[in-house]
């Protein structure tokens, strides 16, 4: 029987389910000496020049408001690294915005076009805030499968299966989490003529921009100019720059869109933590510097655990980027949830059920190796030994 109290409550808030990531977590948090590979987080910390900038604005004085869509300074640096990196060519003064985390730009984004039972399509497995955050927009949710057959591409045959005449937007996140894969050219511009197309809006969640692995070179659909008055990009500083206690991403997108986003996140948020956004500044000043040692370390991690798999006999896909492995458990006769429990009782290893990133993440888990090889040694080892119990 439901609880008489969700009367009071907004339905369509309530009706979301928890975070299946969230809910692992608690069974995780009773236990003690666990190793977790289930945390999306660097495990660098922060360069200290980074940190040193925020603590000498503080020292300095710098704890007022900024403007509203943050210091200008920052989205001139902001829009010479998108230039550079992505591609895409983006006023400071009027189309990029800095944001409470990449989740407050992806919310603030998806209110500003949405209106009540608009579609938005985005593609699974994926990040968990997705489908939950286009429902608090009051849009309708519509998941395209991907699967390891294809690396988890997305292909337009499958978005096609989808599209409907109330499909208004569609959210893509390349470097992808949790499945670590990556677009190459000719997909990310079949999935840019796809949007114009069909005349949606295409946010393109590029948090892992920098996380490639074997080669790979990450496309952004910043780079495709036919693309630009449907895009909004998102991009931050959590991941690559390990600064995700920071909270500091942005948005870029073109002006008229980005003067309602703006509208949503002056009244919602004002503007970002002043201190976090000189610690940002900072991080555009040697960007490339700051990053080699921790890719360096992720894709000798990425490489290790590749190996380790393979040798317990545990089938995955190769993971291009981002820092997350989404090995197949199917083969030994459990859920995915089921075996990350038993994993984590037998021994003391967390790693999250595939199913927490969409239905068809069933028969996978996912294993983040943004922790220290060390550790992921031993939990590499405990895995191939519970493994073979099964």
Known sequence: MSDPRHHYLARHIVDLPKSGIREFFDIVSTRQGVISLAIGEPDFDTPWHIREA???????????YTGNAG????REAIAAYVRRRFGGNYNPAREVLVTVGASEGLDVALRAILNPGDEVLYHEPCFVSYGPE???????????ETHVEDNFRLSVAALEAKVTPRTKALIVNFPNNPTGAVLEREDVEAIAQFAL???LFLISDEIYAELTWGGKKHVSFASVPELRDRLILHHGYSKAWAMTGFRMAYVCAPDWVMETILKIHQYQIMCASTASQYAALEAMRQPEEDMAPMLRAYEQRRNYLRAAFAEAGIPMHNPAGAFYAFPQIAKFGLSSREFAVRLLDAENVAVVPGTAFGACGEGF??????????????????????????
């Open 365 to 390: 888990v996912r294993c983040s190796y943004a922790t220290g090889m060390e550790q992921l040694k031993e939990a590499a080892l405990r895995i191939g030994r519970f493994v073979k119990t099964l």
């Open 54 to 64: 925020a603590m000498f604005s503080l020292e300095r004085g710098a704890t007022h």
């Open 197 to 199: 197309k069909h005349d």
């Open 71 to 74: 210091l200008m300074s920052l």
């Open 134 to 144: 286009i429902a608090m927009a009051h849009g309708v949710p519509v998941p395209v």
